[in-house]
């Protein structure tokens, strides 16, 4: 079970004049996929970044299954995030590149073969686990990171624009393994896009942001009024 609770928070970064977020209030349920939308600047990233632990909450409570996580440190609260550039180590294989969170945290080393193999398996790069990043394709590349969130079993995952740097073809067929990945591991989703076709797909909900406020939550067919 993982909800995540987001009571008023607001952001200010130091060296800005303005809140990025405002008044952010959203409940999500266990096993949700959640879909953060809205325009370049709008504070999808912010609020994203402020439920990993990469930004400070200026203001507001975070909790996840009741427990206060404003100031837990990011690497203790059990979140795996999946960037827009990937992130991945250029002169690591995709073994290591997929390993390194979980030796980060001290997992022996059959245990991490175990997890590897196993995403690898899921995402069909079993075959390239001994390559580095320069020799993968874009989705191929895409999928590294994805299977650098799935080896940690981490409670929650979020996606900053994962497909974004893909052309749009790789990004349709992204978004159906992604959602797929999402229905086998069940695993409580927040994902962030521009891209209304990418929300309207994927979302349990989705959540409309505009100027850091929240304009609309609901299902697809609820914000985007299709049958
Ligand atoms: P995106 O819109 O795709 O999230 P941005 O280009 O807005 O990307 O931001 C890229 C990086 O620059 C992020 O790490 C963000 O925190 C930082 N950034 C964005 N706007 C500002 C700003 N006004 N001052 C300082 N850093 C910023
Ligand atoms: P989005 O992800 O929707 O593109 P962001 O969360 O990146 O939006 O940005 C929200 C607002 O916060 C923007 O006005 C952006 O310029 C500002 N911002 C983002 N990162 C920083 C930063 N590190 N310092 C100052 N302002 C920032």
Redesign the pocket.
């Given at each position: 079970m993982t909800e995540l609770s987001l009571k008023h928070i607001h952001k200010k970064?130091d060296?800005?004049e303005k809140y990025?977020?405002t008044d952010f209030d959203l409940e999500i349920k266990d096993k949700e996929f959640i879909v953060f939308v809205?325009?370049?600047?709008?504070?999808?990233?912010?609020?994203l970044r402020m439920i990993a632990g990469l930004e400070d909450i200026s203001e507001g409570d975070f909790t996840i299954d009741g427990q206060r996580m404003n100031d837990v440190a990011p690497k203790d609260r059990d979140i795996a995030m999946v960037f827009q550039n990937y992130a991945l180590y250029p002169h690591m294989t995709v073994f290591d590149n997929m390993a390194f969170g979980l030796k980060l945290r001290k997992y022996d080393k059959s245990e991490i073969a175990k997890r590897v193999e196993n995403a690898a398996e899921i995402l069909g790069l079993s075959d390239y686990l001994y390559r580095k990043p320069a020799a993968l394709s874009g989705g191929q590349r895409q999928r590294v990171a994805l299977g650098r969130a799935i080896v940690r079993d981490a409670r929650v995952f979020l996606m900053d624009e994962p497909l974004s740097n893909l052309d749009a073809k790789l990004r349709v067929s992204m978004r159906a393994e992604i959602a797929k990945l999402h229905q086998r591991l069940e695993t409580t989703t927040i994902y962030?896009t521009?891209d209304q076709t990418e929300a309207m797909t994927m979302a349990d909900r989705i959540v409309i942001?505009k100027d850091?406020v929240i304009q609309q939550v609901g299902s697809p067919q609820e914000v985007y009024n299709t049958p």
């Open positions: 970064y060296n800005a990025s977020v809205g325009p370049s600047g709008c504070g999808k990233s912010t609020t962030v521009h942001m850091g």
